[in-house]
């Protein structure tokens, strides 16, 4: 088995297109998009850094979400620059095991992110008066290392379940990345067993994710339905709708992706989801977050115009 897992060296990434002629203006999109990336993320994270009055648990939540979006998308979007400068992209088999644990990190770091904030902000919309006692620095500094931890554990599950897998015949890659249906599907032994732990433990991710969500915000709405005051019911609209928009798009794309076999994958499908849930997202949430809040508008008024 040792033996057979490690004939195969190195991957080789086909990545987006085989057409020429749209590797360039690819590339320059794809510069762009992580130029956007970058400056919103880590504008983000300067702006909560250097306001005080932005040190808060809501913003401490984004701070990390900014922080983990573009360490999600660093460990994407290089590769797919890469492989449109030259057609295509050779990486050795550890680094491809490495791309995959570090991305497979970064997205279960958000997963719990989310539902994290959801939780804030449930605490902040329906009980208000014991916000500051129910959402200490302690309690908000154990729910992002907690974050951390079951993203560093399941990306190792996730990781070592994939290549354990042998790999002894094709080692093209149709994809622009390392990401786990797409290297499972070369595998030339029996992955039935190994497809199921992705699956189990994805859906395990997810749905508990998604449960807090659901249950937090059920809750949230009841409470705004019951508000008589007009302002009171528009501001707690306002300080959970860029959180509900990052949710849906979030959750929406990677449920496509990874609560179903790698033998029912599209591998072009694959490609555009896969475009949009590692590059345009991450892009995206410091906008959605920015855009519809007064209080990041001010800050970003105060410090850099």
């Known amino acids: 088995m040792m033996e057979n897992r490690t004939e195969v060296k190195e991957f080789i990434l086909l990545g987006l297109t085989t057409n020429p002629h749209l590797r360039i203006p690819l ?65 050795s088999y550890h680094a491809c095991a490495m791309q995959m644990f570090f991305f497979a990190t970064f997205a279960n770091v958000g997963n719990y992110l989310l539902a994290s904030m959801a939780y804030d902000r449930y605490a902040a919309v329906c009980k208000p008066l014991h916000y500051t006692t129910t959402m200490t620095r302690n309690v ?113 794309t990677v449920i496509f992706m990874y609560l179903q076999p790698s033998s029912s994958h599209s591998m072009d499908t694959d490609k555009i989801v896969s475009v949009f849930y590692t590059m345009i997202i991450p892009m995206l949430n410091p906008m959605v977050y920015s855009l519809r809040n007064k209080e990041v508008k001010n800050a970003f008024t105060k410090f850099f115009l």
């Open 27 to 91: 590339f320059i999109a794809f510069l762009l998009i992580y130029i956007a990336t970058l400056v919103g993320n880590l504008g983000m994270v300067l702006l909560i850094l250097l306001d005080s009055h932005l040190h808060t648990p809501m913003y401490f939540f984004l701070g990390n979400l900014s922080l983990m979006d573009f360490c999600y998308s660093s460990s994407v979007t290089p590769t797919v620059m890469a492989g449109l400068l030259m057609g295509h992209k050779v990486m």
């Open 140 to 252: 908000c500094a154990g729910l992002i290392l907690s974050c951390y931890l079951c993203g560093f554990l399941n990306a190792s599950i996730y990781t070592g379940d994939t290549f354990s897998l042998s790999f002894c015949e094709s080692n093209v890659v149709h994809h622009f990345f390392c990401d786990i249906p797409a290297i499972m599907v070369l595998s030339c032994s029996v992955r039935h067993v190994h497809e199921l732990v992705v699956i189990y433990l994805a859906s395990f991710d997810i749905f508990f994710a998604l449960t807090v969500i659901v249950i937090s915000y059920t809750i949230i709405f009841v409470t705004i339905c019951k508000m008589q005051s007009g302002a009171g019911h528009r501001r707690a609209v306002s300080t959970c709708a860029s959180h509900f928009t990052a949710v849906f798009i979030f959750y929406g």
